[in-house]
């Protein structure tokens, strides 16, 4: 049996954003663990809209009380996605630049401190969605820009050795998923969506080492 403490730090779609059970994948994804007689403590530090620029300013604080030095803790990213939907029209929220530097500087950070796993934003709707989350603010993804930046976090992980898990480019090409994607609102899974990443990050190899 392996123990282990788990921070899962991203955007709405690791806090299970679209999931009617509330769970989201860090939570399947850990319970699978459990069930194979793994002890996982699960520790969603997901947080809606956020960009890499939000996730590097909260992400070590909030890790570090939760992964003490006598545990066994890791840690793993999920970060892009906000950072390519555009803005009432005003462009992106991050410049792609800034937020391949800023990602890649906050995932090397963490890879000294805790062994950690890098996992790429996921396909939005074909046709561009837009998410309304508050009055006069309109963010609109592009599954173009997502994968032109997925494509740039992988060059970078591989620059700083760590482990990166492409989701962008197979599950754009799946039936099952882009169904999932006009079943919800274009941007998040819907549960079986959420249980389906888990079950493709469950298999990665990276992740698979950990146990």
């Known amino acids: 049996m392996t123990v282990l403490r788990i921070c899962f730090i991203g955007d709405s779609v690791t806090l299970g954003t679209g999931d009617a059970a509330c769970r989201g994948w860090p939570s399947y994804l850990s ?56 803005f009432n029209g005003t462009g992106t929220r991050v410049d792609p630049a800034l937020s391949l530097e800023t990602a890649k500087t906050m995932v090397a950070e963490a890879a000294g401190w805790k062994p950690t796993l890098w996992i790429g934003p996921t396909p939005v709707r074909k046709q561009p969605p837009m998410i309304a989350p508050g009055e006069g603010i309109r963010f609109t993804f592009d599954r173009a820009r997502t994968a032109a930046l997925n494509d740039a976090y992988r060059a970078a992980a591989a620059d700083i050795g760590v482990p990166f898990l492409d989701l962008h480019a197979p599950l754009a090409e799946d039936a099952g998923w882009n169904a999932d994607m006009e079943a919800g609102d274009g941007v998040h899974p819907t549960q079986a969506g959420h249980q389906r990443l888990a079950e493709v990050i469950a298999d990665w190899t990276a992740w698979r080492d950990w146990f």
């Open 31 to 86: 319970a699978l663990e459990m069930d194979r007689g793994h002890d996982v403590s699960c520790y969603n530090l997901g947080v809606r809209a956020e960009t890499s620029l939000d996730l590097e300013k909260r992400w070590r604080a909030e890790a570090a009380p939760r992964l003490p030095d006598h545990v066994a803790g890791k840690l793993v990213f999920m970060v892009g996605l906000n950072d390519c939907a555009d």
